[in-house]
């Protein structure tokens, strides 16, 4: 298991620590916890883990981070490059403490599962007793570790990218009359690590997929897969939720470490009209999420003199 602990936020608009201002959300009770998932990679979900937990710094909650897809590592690579940015810029932005959870390389997958188990319940003993809200990036593979990750979720975000064969994952669909015939593979699994969580604290999941990388073109095939998904979000009891568009910016920003939450930060990023778009559909989730209600209201982060 991998610590790379970025500044955690901690600045007020009086500089009083979170938890002796009267409003400040509740950690006491634990983290809530957000898990990014869908078998499917390049469907968004580091990039959408990121944002979210940026913008949740900046209202003012406590975030930890987990990135259970070690390997491929992408949300680590991210908050590298954003401590690199702070680094060479001496710029102040909200981080959150981020651990990296490695696959077990044991030789059984008895021995496997027990290995990784230990680590995520190590994490989750650092991480969630003093955040309010604890992200959790998963591969886009079935895997043990994302399944258990899953089973603890009190939030579940799907990224889904704008297309029938994305859609797969989530139902199957009859392709004459475009009747959802029942669930596939992942929302099959989602139930699952439903009935997990009920019998192990007798809470529940709530579900949000989100429609990513959405074209900026209302076409046919976008009208079709909205209809779809309100169709199958009332059997599989899911949210659906606006997501982010298709924008350049998103991977340029990657490589400074940055969100779009964090543009006025980068001395060489001028603001543009697509950008204060971007910026509106990621308060646009952040409002799905409704933090205030699941936490508590904070006070947002003022600019650091």
């Given amino acids: 298991m991998n610590d790379i602990n970025a ?33 499917k990679g390049g469907s968004g979900k580091s990039t ?20 259970l897809d070690a390997r491929q590592g992408t949300l680590t690579r991210y908050m590298n490059n954003r401590i690199e940015f702070i680094k060479n810029y001496k710029k102040f932005i909200p981080s959150p403490a981020h651990l990296a959870i490695d696959k077990s390389d044991a030789e059984s997958v008895a021995e496997q599962q027990d290995q990784e188990r230990n680590f995520f319940k190590m994490a989750l003993g650092e991480l969630a007793p003093n955040n309010h809200f604890l992200i959790i990036d998963t ?22 990218n704008d297309s029938f064969v994305d859609m797969d994952l989530l139902a199957n669909i009859d392709p004459v009359t475009f009747k959802v015939k029942g669930p596939s593979v992942y929302t099959k699994m989602v139930q699952d690590q439903r009935a997990q969580k ?33 169709r199958i979000a009332q059997s599989a009891e899911f949210t659906v939720a606006p997501g982010f568009g298709e924008r350049v910016v998103f991977r340029e920003l990657f490589l400074k470490g940055l969100t779009l939450l964090d543009l006025k ?20 989730l952040i409002m799905t999420l409704a933090p205030e209600k699941l936490k508590g209201h904070a006070s947002p982060l003022r600019k650091k003199a």
């Avoid at 936020?9 to 869908?38: C, E, M, R, W």
């Avoid at 979210?52 to 209202?59: D, H, K, N, P, Q």
Wanted: aromatic share 4%.
């Fill in 48 to 67: 959408t883990a990121m944002h979210v937990a940026i913008a949740l710094l900046r209202l003012g909650y406590k975030v930890g981070a987990i990135d």
């Fill in 139 to 160: 591969p886009g593979t079935d895997s043990y570790l994302s399944r258990l990750a899953h089973s603890h979720a009190d939030t579940l975000i799907t990224p889904l």
């Fill in 7 to 39: 500044p955690q936020a901690t600045t007020q608009d009086n500089n009083t620590p979170l938890s002796t201002k009267p409003k400040d959300p509740i950690v006491g009770d634990g983290a809530h916890i957000i898990v990014f998932g869908n078998e």
């Fill in 198 to 230: 009920l019998l192990r604290d007798g809470g529940t999941i709530n579900w949000i997929v989100m429609r990513n990388r959405l074209s900026h073109i209302n076409a046919k095939n976008k009208i079709q897969v909205g209809v779809l998904l309100d």
């Fill in 265 to 284: 930060n980068d001395p060489k990023t001028p603001m543009t009209m697509s950008q204060i778009s971007a910026r509106q559909e990621v308060r646009q």
